[in-house]
């Protein structure tokens, strides 16, 4: 039976973001994003859930930076969850003196800490069921989770529905290794990583590709390229599917200027279709190429 690893122990957003994904596979939770994806890399699952954007905290950098390394892996569909979190603490703590949460969530609890357990230290732990875990070990006295760890681990729920930004949300993908890609339905996203030149403009030209063909970008971030000061990778998604002319010609105008990785082209959880332009319909794009064609075989002027 296939495997999904994700990024666990049991209990994280991220395991109800896999059950999400799953159409009968086996979950497997892994301790950390990068070993997530090199069980996939190693054939030990044939893919990987793990979350790449907060709507709070932004990028997850051990996801993008796996990503942009390593054989090449491609998100085949996303889910987006709502984040509000559980603390949970061992039954007989009387003081709560150290909460502990993978870094994404404190950052989200930053202000109900300050109000609520002041004197309180944070910890960081490997995930947020790592951190219920430790808990249950008597490593720290809280932790702050996702909901479902309460129904996993023995522990008293101390808070419910925590949460300094309402409406907040993360991005999971699932991801797996080069192969045939999800049909376009019209309401899609491509994700790539560009190694964009270290000179004058050279980003604002991968970007204007885009604009010139009516490509909406939903997100960019940048990631340092490890031991090269200095220097950067970006990492871009935008509307649309590689089966589209506009977005294949978008991406081979890209490839013309650097390096890029693809990264996939899958339906968007929202479903929010792009809006656009006639000069950049996709008709459009299909009927110039045409042209083009018919122009190169003599049968037109
Ligand atoms: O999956 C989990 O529970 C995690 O620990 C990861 C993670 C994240 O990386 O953003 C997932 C969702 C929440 O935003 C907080 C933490």
Redesign the pocket.
Known sequence: MSRIAY?GPVG???EQAARMFAQGENLVPVETIPAALSAVREGEAESACV?VE?SV?GP?TATLDGLAEGSPLVAVAEVLLP?HFTVLVRPDVDTIRTVAS?P??LA?VRHWLERNLPDAETVVAS???AAAVGVCDGEYDAAVT?PAAAETYPLKVFAEGVADVPDAR?RFLLLSPPGSLPEPTGADRTSIVAAAANRTGSLAELLTELALRDINLTRLDARPVKGNFGVYRFFLDFEGHIAEERVGDALAALRRRCEVRFLGSYPRADGARPVERDTAAEERFVSAARWVQAVRNGELA
Do not use: G, K, M
Request: aromatic letters at 12%.
């Open positions: 990024f994280t957003f991220s979350p907060n905290e997850v984040v993978h994404h969530a989200q995930s947020t069921a996702a993360t």
